[in-house]
């Protein structure tokens, strides 16, 4: 089992609040990412870094950020959810080259 | 057009098939390529990695042909469990920002 974190699980938020996803790997992974997916639908990279202090904007457009102080910790936020934000964020980290390995995801519903 | 494509099915096969999926895919620069399985409502699993030479893992049988840039995945005697669906996955650069299709749905049935 790969050693990712992500919390909450589960995230049920009025308009226009604040939110941070986190996410933690222990396996000392230099590269992570933040993908989103709508039920159904193909996964969509937001956000990449290749290691502290690096963060680049993915293939979709997000309105999200994400910060990289330290290797093991990735993560996400939204300064304003809106309800077009609902949808589940995957969290995934990998070595140079290799296949990347998930964490369970946060399933977010902005009301 | 996508830069991974598969079909996303579903396909409904009986119990003891074999079915095959397909993945074509544009860059032919890609380095690497793996199949990821995903069950509904969870996170993407590595199923098995693709090598130019092809490879088997049990009931699993991965094929990879540049030249006609596409990706196999065979399953033999499927299994109930096998219900989930299946991702071809490209890493067109070797930067590690891999390229996901939508993924192909299989249903089998007792």
């Not at chain 1, 950020?65 to 959810?81: C, N």
């Not at chain 1, 609902?86 to 070595?95: D, F, P, R």
């Not at chain 2, 090598?51 to 005697?77: C, K, M, P, V």
Request: with cysteine.
């Amino acid at each position: 089992e790969a050693d990712i974190y992500q919390t909450p699980r589960y995230l049920v938020i009025g308009t226009g609040k604040k939110i941070t996803l986190e996410c933690s790997q222990t396996m000392g992974h230099d590269k992570m990412y933040w993908y989103q997916q709508d039920p159904g639908m193909e996964l969509h990279l937001i956000h990449y870094s290749y290691g502290v202090n690096s963060t680049e904007k993915g293939d979709l457009s997000s309105e999200s950020t994400v910060s990289r102080i330290r290797t093991e910790h990735f993560p996400l936020t939204l300064e304003s959810a809106r309800p077009s934000h609902t949808s589940q964020y995957l969290c995934a980290s990998s070595e140079q080259g290799n296949e990347q390995f998930f964490g369970p995801g946060t399933r977010l519903t902005v009301l | 057009r996508k830069e991974v494509e598969q079909d996303p099915g579903p396909f409904n096969v009986p119990e003891g098939a074999t079915v095959a999926f397909n993945c074509t895919y544009s860059n032919s620069a890609s380095q690497s390529f793996f199949w990821y399985r995903q069950d509904c409502r969870k996170e993407p699993k590595l199923l098995m990695s693709v090598y130019s030479s092809g490879n088997e893992d049990g009931r699993f049988t991965a094929q990879l042909n540049r030249a006609s840039q596409y990706i196999s995945l065979l399953i033999r005697d499927s299994k109930l469990s096998d219900s989930a669906t299946y991702l071809c996955v490209v890493n067109p650069s070797n930067t590690g920002k891999l390229i996901f299709g939508q993924g192909t749905t299989l249903q089998v049935k007792p």
